[in-house]
């Protein structure tokens, strides 16, 4: 693909310059005109990334021969082919991801068009087993996955947690960081960094590490969204506010994960989808999320996990129409956050590391739909609201279709292997419990 040089952004004024039209693109034009996927420079190495990257842990899953969930190659065929005709040319995946399927399912993908035509991301995600020979087997699997002799980003997964003590046996005591080095200083690795979920604590000291000149880090991967910008928990994972700070006044390259929060900033409550829809009617619920991200001019690439067509063409329509948000919009955008702070959501993701359950639990199917419940308006509050007895029997209904029962909140014995699994630090018993105390209480009618 023809690229046009990306002129390098410092500031809002300088940010809306740099997204105004560089190419044109094949395919459907949006409703603003020429569609122009929006590039930005590696100041380490020149790299012109897609500020939309394709986050490869939702991919598409169908049953099997054998009744076993497995990825629907075909559908991933087809959008990675749409998503680099269109200009998206970062591609993020772990070997974690979908329980060890995802990488093969990317390399097949993407292996079909010439590499120099793409960046490839995955991760060192040794959580279960940090030793050296395990950690070394995945690193080698993951090339061979991905069909590739070389990758472009590859992360330490998921640091933080933990701090120090984590880090130290899953990197340095087994010997990887110093091995990663050899092979960065090889060709393999390109870019070396980590992604991060923890506490500001936590991430001082990975900056110090960077000061100190003991680790140098290419790119972070850090979770960034218009509620944890200012509303994470504080204690257990930083606002983004802080960790853009420390990253940007290094001048370390920002990649975003869970710019929608696992698909919840897309499929707001009514009273804030509302709001939005007043001042953009034409624009979907999802391009605000991703317009708050891109407004920072440090953010490399936003990874958005597109489980079907429709959403990579809502995506592909946002960036190619990219516009920042202005002071005033991202002034509502953190009324919007406060808003949502309001409803007694699970803060889960969807990313589904807690899985699989040694006692079958659904996590994440319980959790998504008792959110989806709540931002739907069908979550059944008081025997005195309106509507009540209607929609308590759809919540009944609709969770025994989702949820399969054996697999329900009630299961759980609290035996908390999920506990150390989960990057949003999630007590998952316990709002699993929560959960089962609500359906218990529709079912006897005590609520």
Known sequence: ???????????????????????????????????????????????????????????????????KDIIDQEAVNEMVDYAIEHGVNYFDTSPAYLQG????????????????????????SNFGNASAQASIEMYHRSFEQLRTEYFDYYLLHSIGRGGKDAFNRRYMENGMVPFLLKEKEAGRIRNLGFSFHGSQQEFDYFMELEDSGEMHWDFCQIEMNYIDWRHADGVRNANAEYLYAELDKRGIPIVIMEPLLGG????????ISRQLKEREPEKSIASWAFRFCGTFPRVLCILSGMTSMDPLLDNINTFGHFKPLTDEELAFMERMAVQMKEYPLVNCTDCKYCMPCPWGIDIPGVFQHYNRSITEGTFAQSRDQKDYAKLKKAYLRSYDKAVATVRQADRCIHCKECLPRCPQSISIPRELERIARYVESLKQDTL
Request: proline residues 6%; positive net charge.
């Open 101 to 124: 399927l995802s990488e093969d399912a990317a390399g097949k993908a993407l292996s079909r068009h010439p590499r120099e035509s793409y960046y490839i991301a995955t991760k060192l």
């Open 264 to 271: 919840r900033l897309a499929n707001v409550p009514e009273g």
């Open 1 to 67: 693909m023809n690229r046009r040089d990306f002129l390098k952004t410092s500031g809002a004024a300088a940010l809306a310059a740099a997204c105004a039209p560089r190419k044109k693109i094949a395919g459907q034009a949006g409703n603003d005109g020429e569609e122009q996927m929006i590039y930005r420079e590696n100041p380490g190495n020149g790299d012109r990334v897609s500020l939309l990257g394709f986050g490869c842990m939702r991919w598409p899953m169908i049953k099997g021969p054998d009744g």
